[in-house]
């Protein structure tokens, strides 16, 4: 509590310094559980997915903690920009010091009413009908979407279309509210998720028009103990506080992979965050819950196929192919390996330039502009490939622009470097073959002589 506090008063989180983490080490506070009454191989199952998710390189914890899903990742983004408008304001009292914190509340029955209108495929007009059929009528005609009727196909209508409920402030029609709270567990928790928040990166490994794919910096899953402290303290301990049955997370992994419908019945939230999630919940809790669901997936998975299997270079998309390939933890983490492969290629590349030469590439991306030459722990190549959430914020997906200026610049690079070594190769080629007529007019005259 006093923790809490101290955070509030220095105003830490808005200044966007780290969160200060107790030293003791908390795998040890992990539940002892029984996973072998509900299928699992052994009891004491939590702490056996933690200890392998320690045991990982940093490069597999990002991947295992990924949250690899086109809707869901949809879902967040549209949530965040509610979150970034409404949360986290203060009331303040007649002193003017802080008296309660407001935060952004999501209902997690209206979350998932969302998740299926971003789900629905293309010009499927019947899954189309019926998701609109599930979402709560607004309350009023200026909420309706010009989208919703036409059943236009493109990313942005259909983004408008699920965002229709969540295009006017705060109230009780709406899958949202605020809240206030002087608990000290409530200004924690949501401290906490903030902070979270403003790890999260965002990719697009399936060559998805928008992103697909949510991951955090390698820098952040490195520290397991300080990355499980987090997210504890961002769910109220919720997090890997329960067994989850086999069975569920298989059902979940089949269905997510394409693999068809699974035989075992799960729940539809169960397949956006974990069983123990409220009726109401703050966004950092809800990203925590779907990175335990994540690792619960990947840890099945990792059993499921051995880390030595072939996996080929290139893997089918889902609902395509060899299914029991493409669920394995070895296929997930070799999607996210070759997404990364071109990093050192544009580093190279990056570390040949200015300053200013920098700045000028990366236009259109303030944010980026402002750190050249001052990068923390991930370099700016690495975050155009893997984009800070705040990034997103300010200037939606005008990276892939910066991006593909970049690797532009690349081509340009290579080509003048190539062109360099042949005219190496030519100058020495040209030096050896005079010295060798030179030789040979002297050793003639010698000869003559």
């Given at each position: 509590a006093a923790g809490a506090?101290?955070?509030?008063?220095?105003?830490?989180?808005?200044?966007?310094?780290?969160?200060?983490?107790?030293?003791?080490?908390?795998?040890?506070?992990?539940?002892?559980?029984?996973?072998?009454?509900?299928?699992?191989?052994?009891?004491?199952?939590?702490?056996?997915?933690?200890?392998?998710?320690?045991?990982?390189?940093?490069?597999?914890?990002?991947?295992?903690?990924?949250?690899?899903?086109?809707?869901?990742?949809?879902?967040?983004?549209?949530?965040?920009?509610?979150?970034?408008?409404?949360?986290?304001?203060?009331?303040?009292?007649?002193?003017?010091?802080?008296?309660?914190?407001?935060?952004?509340?999501?209902?997690?029955?209206?979350?998932?009413?969302?998740?299926?209108?971003?789900?629905?495929?293309?010009?499927?007009?019947?899954?189309?009908?019926?998701a609109r059929s599930q979402v709560p009528p607004a309350p009023s005609a200026a909420v309706a979407s010009p989208a919703v009727a036409s059943h236009r196909d493109d990313e942005g209508a259909a983004a408008a279309t699920a965002l229709a409920p969540l295009v006017h402030a705060p109230s009780e029609h709406y899958p949202y509210s605020l809240a206030e709270s002087e608990a000290q567990h409530d200004l924690l928790e949501y401290i906490a998720g903030d902070k979270l928040l403003t790890y999260v990166r965002l990719c697009s490994l399936h060559g998805a028009k928008g992103y697909d794919t949510i991951t955090f910096p390698e820098h952040i899953v490195a520290d397991t103990n300080q990355l499980l402290n987090l997210l504890k303290m961002a769910t109220k301990r919720d997090f890997l506080s329960r067994t989850v049955s086999q069975d569920h997370v298989e059902a979940v992994a089949l269905g997510s992979f394409g693999g068809g419908p699974s035989t075992k019945k799960v729940a539809p939230e169960h397949r956006l965050f974990m069983p123990w999630m409220q009726d109401r919940t703050v966004l950092g809790s809800l990203l925590a819950s779907r990175v335990e669901l994540s690792l619960w997936l990947n840890y099945w998975r990792h059993h499921r196929q051995p880390a030595a299997a072939v996996v080929p270079r290139v893997l089918p998309p889902p609902g395509q192919g060899d299914h029991d390939l493409r669920g394995s933890f070895a296929a997930v983490h070799q999607i996210l390996q070759d997404y990364s492969s071109r990093i050192p290629q544009l580093e190279e590349l990056w570390r040949s330039l200015d300053g200013d030469k920098q700045r000028a590439l990366l236009e259109g991306l303030r944010k980026a502009q402002l750190i050249v030459g001052k990068e923390g722990p991930e370099s700016l190549v690495q975050m155009l490939f893997f984009l800070p959430i705040e990034w997103y914020s300010e200037n939606d997906h005008e990276h892939v622009q910066v991006r593909l200026r970049v690797e532009s610049a690349y081509a340009e690079y290579m080509a003048t470097q190539l062109e360099a070594a042949e005219v190496r190769e030519a100058a020495v080629a040209g030096g050896s073959g005079g010295g060798g007529s030179h030789g040979g007019n002297g050793n003639g005259g010698a000869a003559g002589g």
């Open positions: 506090r101290e955070l509030l008063a220095s105003g830490e989180l808005a200044q966007g310094l780290p969160l200060t983490m107790p030293s003791m080490r908390l795998e040890t506070t992990l539940p002892a559980d029984h996973g072998s009454t509900v299928g699992w191989h052994r009891d004491n199952v939590i702490m056996d997915l933690w200890d392998w998710f320690a045991s990982l390189s940093s490069a597999q914890r990002m991947a295992a903690s990924a949250i690899d899903d086109l809707a869901w990742t949809k879902l967040f983004l549209a949530l965040y920009k509610q979150h970034k408008r409404y949360g986290g304001r203060k009331d303040l009292s007649a002193t003017g010091e802080a008296k309660t914190r407001q935060f952004l509340q999501f209902r997690t029955k209206d979350v998932m009413q969302i998740y299926a209108k971003f789900s629905r495929k293309p010009r499927d007009a019947g899954a189309a009908d019926r």
